[in-house]
Structures are given as structure tokens and as C-alpha cells.
């Protein structure tokens, strides 16, 4: 299953942005998104899994951006507000098969699947 990540784009410091992730034909337990800027490794940004529909997000993103799905689990967005030139990079959608613990949601090891990834650039 390959997801399909999409909805990045240039946009300006304070401006808005929905990513989103789709997963055709399957679901999973848990969805992830991380983003790698230039010049640095990959990062955790925010994370669902079910049941429970928990969410998980990266200190500097909370409050600003929220992880959701659609009601089939088959496409996962991430609304991101307030963008900073800081959140530019390349965001990777990523799910896994099984439900990741609280300990888990943050490694990009426990997800199956990944995404081609979408460019985010904001400037300032």
C-alpha cells in the first residue's frame, strides 16, 4: 500500500495549510507525520492511533497543528496553523499496522508504511 501524501505548498508566516494522507483500500492503528528540514534528521510532529483516536504532538507544533482523520481511517490530515519559516521542510505521512504505544508514536521505526513526502516552505 503506498500512502499518498499531499496539500504542501509556499506560504507565508501565518498562514494556514491542511496536509493530507491517503490511504486507499486499507486502514490502519496508527498514522504518523514527520518532516525532515534541510540540513537536518527526520522529526516526530504528530501522530493518531485508534481505538481511542489519541492524539500526540511534538512540543513546538502543539497549539497550532492537529492531526485528524476522515471517518473510514482511510485519509489522515494535518491542518497546520500559524506556520513559522521554521516549520518548512518536507513532510512524511507514515502508518502502522499495529497500535503504537505512547512510547512508540515517536519512532519512525514502528511505521510500515511511508508516504513520497510534501514540501512545505514558508517564508517570512
Known amino acids: 500500500v503506498q500512502l499518498q501524501a499531499s496539500g504542501g505548498g509556499l506560504v507565508q508566516a501565518g498562514d494556514s495549510l491542511r496536509l493530507s494522507c491517503a490511504t486507499p483500500?486499507?486502514?490502519?492503528?496508527?498514522y504518523g507525520w514527520f518532516r525532515q528540514a534541510p540540513g537536518k534528521e527526520r522529526e516526530f510532529v504528530a501522530a493518531i492511533r485508534w481505538p481511542g483516536s489519541n492524539t500526540f504532538y511534538t512540543d513546538s507544533v502543539k497549539g497550532r497543528f492537529a492531526i485528524s482523520s476522515d471517518i473510514g481511517r482511510t485519509t489522515v490530515y494535518l491542518q497546520m496553523n500559524y506556520l513559522k519559516p521554521e516549520d518548512t521542510a518536507v513532510y512524511y505521512c507514515?502508518?502502522?499496522?499495529?497500535?503504537?504505544?505512547?512510547?512508540?508514536?515517536?519512532?519512525?521505526?514502528?511505521?510500515?508504511?511511508w508516504g513520497q513526502g510534501t514540501l512545505v516552505t514558508v517564508s517570512s
Open positions: 507514515a502508518a502502522s499496522v499495529n497500535r503504537p504505544i505512547n512510547t512508540q508514536v515517536r519512532n519512525p521505526g514502528i511505521y510500515n508504511q
Open positions: 483500500g486499507r486502514t490502519f492503528s496508527g
